[in-house]
């Protein structure tokens, strides 16, 4: 066990020193294939006059190698950034709009509601009990921001997601853990909930589901 | 010297296949790094344009309930105004975020909202994002 950890951490360290005994050994080691067949050969005979040793080349090779790597690697990370980022946004966009649309319902209907004059809000909202209901609401949507929303959502996505993981990969024990918490899963939901339950009971008609 | 030579094509192209090399590797990192911030961006955007909207649907519902119950409490204006505010809702592309209409419907939908929420002198205020701002005349 140790001795396999050890060899797993050493293991570059070993194969670098690998590299640095000389010509001969370098030909044989996988890291060493940026030079190949004839190339190599023909390289590493007529190089003596510019470098001193075989090692002092091969370490000079490798930093400008990977300096040309890294060149590439920038370039084509930005470029491929580029090419995915708007897909990736359309995504993100269509999975947080339609729950945020209702929780803005929730916002929006509340506060017109706690704008409208007492008597028409009576004509709309029957009973005492309701319309205190309907204020309780609009008073604890109105304490959170859009960003305390968006934190929220964030939660319930996060917990969606690991949901949908701990379900397909891991056993029975974690989904019966998830199901427990998936109540709490779906804070903008409940506000949601919360309202349709006070609509039925008010003159209120409401466009509900978004469609599109 | 033939042996410079050789060496300078050698590393030349050496140079070119380890950019590439290079590119390619980022270019595929770039592809799924792009995608995810790209995504992060899109659900705060999103959730940002999903809440103002169903705000203004919320706001035109209940006074379109209100209507029902006592027209005379509101003016004809007003009430056109409502109805514009309802269209304007309807015909937002929310599934389609690049879509080149979505700014002007949503800038029209604010206007609207000020005249009406000024018209009927309720504070109702819509504290999400951007902040309302002061219109002058």
Known sequence: ?212 | MDSVEDFFESSLSLEETQKKKGYEEGYNHGLVAGKEEGRQVGLKHGFEVGEELGFYRGCVDVWKSAICVDPTRFSTRVQKGIGQMEELIEKYPVMDPENETVQEIMEALRLKFRVIRAALSVKLEYDGYPKPKVIEF
């Open chain 1, 1 to 212: 066990m140790e001795n396999s950890l050890a060899e797993e951490i050493y293991s570059e360290s070993f194969q670098l020193s690998k590299l640095q005994l000389g010509h001969s050994s370098t030909a044989n080691t996988p890291d060493n294939l940026i030079l190949s067949g004839s190339d190599e050969a023909d390289f590493h005979t007529d190089d003596r006059s510019w470098y001193d040793s075989d090692e002092e080349s091969d370490r000079e090779l490798q930093r400008v190698q990977n300096q040309f790597h890294t060149m590439g690697y920038r370039d084509g990370l930005l470029a491929g950034k580029d090419a995915s980022s708007q897909e990736g946004f359309n995504i993100g966009f269509k999975q947080s709009v339609v729950a945020s649309y209702n929780w803005g319902l929730v916002r929006g209907i509340t506060s017109a509601v706690a704008c409208l004059p007492n008597g028409l809000r009576e004509s709309l909202i029957k009973t005492q009990d309701k319309r205190t209901k309907f204020q309780e609401l609009h008073e604890s949507v109105q304490s959170l921001s859009t960003t305390d929303a968006l934190k929220l959502f964030y939660e319930d996505i996060m917990t969606k997601e690991a949901l949908q993981q701990s379900g397909t990969s891991e056993g029975s024990v974690n989904v019966a853990d998830s199901l427990v918490q998936s109540s709490d899963s779906n804070h903008l939901g409940n506000y949601s909930g919360e309202l349709q339950s006070l609509l039925e009971s008010s003159e209120i008609k409401v466009k509900l589901a978004l469609e599109k």
